[in-house]
T-cell receptor, first 113, second 114 residues
Framework: DTGVSQDPRHKITKRGQNVTFRCDPISEHNRLYWYRQTLGQGPEFLTYFQNEAQLEKSRLLSDRFSAERPKGSFSTLEIQRTEQGDSAMYLC???????????FGQGTRLTVV | GQSLEQPSEVTAVEGAIVQINCTYQTSGFYGLSWYQQHDGGAPTFLSYNGLDGLEETGRFSSFLSRSDSYGYLLLQELQMKDSASYFCAVRVLNASGGSYIPTFGRGTSLIVHP
């Protein structure tokens, strides 16, 4: 068990560019969450997968954001036409069936310049 | 909608006891969790209350009162390494009623002084 891993750890991009982040959850965890966190705030829910099915999306998730989990294992989060307001830490978490604890990755810090 | 309220900052001295309160308003409430996050680190799970009452895990305890929509995290024998942000998170049933989504508060910054 190597924990939840996210890649890259840091990403600097120019406004208007597309970016994609990857999350590898704990291998036996079928539930996967994406969150966004800005300085001084708590993690803000973006979207949730159970296996490969995307079961919940936040109303805050604009059309520029899309997430996939094609085989029920790793997940990707893509942001198209990035804006400066997208600058944040993007956190991925996974949870096992019946578990109460969500395990978080170290996050991907996005800076849009 | 959902709302969680917790103090923005708490300070205490080493060896002391501190209580961080959390009040919530939400539908589909299932339980209350607490997470710790050090600067630059990932949130890590501390405790979960699915039922009313006190849960104890070492120096940390957590309490839930469903009737009051209230919980707290109690940290005893404070150490310098406990300086971190602490988040309460409600576990709510998602719109389709099939899964639980942790929704976080804005966090409490705990500063422990020597």
């Amino acid at each position: 068990d190597t924990g939840v891993s996210q890649d890259p750890r840091h990403k600097i991009t120019k406004r208007g560019q597309n970016v994609t982040f990857r999350c590898d959850p704990i291998s036996e965890h079928n539930r996967l969450y994406w969150y966004r966190q800005t300085l001084g705030q708590g993690p803000e829910f973006l979207t949730y997968f159970q296996n490969e099915a995307q079961l919940e999306k936040s109303r805050l998730l604009s059309d520029r954001f899309s997430a996939e989990r094609p085989k029920g294992s790793f997940s990707t989060l893509e942001i198209q036409r990035t804006e400066q307001g997208d600058s944040a830490m993007y956190l991925c978490a996974s949870r096992g069936r019946g578990g109460t604890e969500a395990f978080f990755g170290q996050g991907t810090r996005l800076t849009v310049v | 909608g959902q709302s969680l309220e917790q103090p923005s900052e708490v300070t205490a001295v080493e060896g002391a006891i501190v209580q961080i309160n959390c009040t919530y308003q939400t539908s589909g409430f299932y339980g209350l969790s607490w997470y710790q996050q050090h600067d630059g680190g990932a949130p890590t799970f501390l405790s979960y209350n699915g039922l009313d009452g006190l849960e104890e895990t070492g120096r940390f305890s957590s309490f839930l009162s469903r009737s009051d929509s209230y919980g707290y995290l109690l940290l005893q024998e404070l150490q310098m390494k406990d300086s971190a942000s602490y988040f309460c998170a409600v576990r709510v049933l998602n719109a389709s009623g099939g899964s639980y989504i942790p929704t976080f508060g804005r966090g409490t910054s705990l500063i422990v002084h020597p």
